[in-house]
Nanobody, 114 residues
Framework: QVQLVESGGGLVQTGESLRLACAAS????????LGWYRKAPGEQRELVAT???????VYAESVKGRFTISRDNAKNEVYLEMNSLKPEDTATYYC????????WGQGTQVIVSS
C-alpha cells in the first residue's frame, strides 16, 4: 500500500522559514512526478511545486524565488524549503506522487502570522 507522510509544518512569523518533508513508502518513487500542493481555508487546492524524475521543477508564480522543491530518490523523500514566508502562504500542504496513479498525503498545516 502506497503511503505519503508529511512533516515539518508549524506556526512561524512573516519572513521566517520552514522545511517540509514527505516520506513515501509502498513503492519506489524514482520515476514518479512528486510535488506539493496547498489548500487554504475557503480556497481550492493549488499547485505549489512539482519535480519530475529528471529533477525538473515547476513552481507556482506566487512562490517562485522563495520556495525550493527537491527530492532524494535513495530515501524515497521529497522536500519543500520555504523561505520568506508570508501570511498568504498559510494553508495545509499536501504531498503528491504520480505516475499511472495519483497518491496524496494527509497534509501538514503551515500557519504564517503577521
Amino acid at each position: 500500500q502506497v503511503q505519503l507522510v508529511e512533516s515539518g509544518g508549524g506556526l512561524v512569523q512573516t519572513g521566517e522559514s520552514l522545511r517540509l518533508a514527505c516520506a513515501a513508502s509502498g513503492t519506489i518513487f524514482t520515476y514518479y512526478k512528486l510535488g506539493w500542493y496547498r489548500k487554504a481555508p475557503g480556497e481550492q487546492r493549488e499547485l505549489v511545486a512539482t519535480i519530475n524524475a529528471a529533477g525538473y521543477a515547476v513552481y507556482a508564480e506566487s512562490v517562485k524565488g522563495r520556495f525550493t522543491i527537491s527530492r532524494d530518490n535513495a530515501k524515497n523523500e521529497v522536500y519543500l524549503e520555504m523561505n520568506s514566508l508570508k501570511p498568504e502562504d498559510t494553508a495545509t500542504y499536501y504531498c503528491y506522487a504520480g505516475r499511472k496513479d495519483d497518491y496524496w498525503g494527509q497534509g501538514t498545516q503551515v500557519i504564517v502570522s503577521s
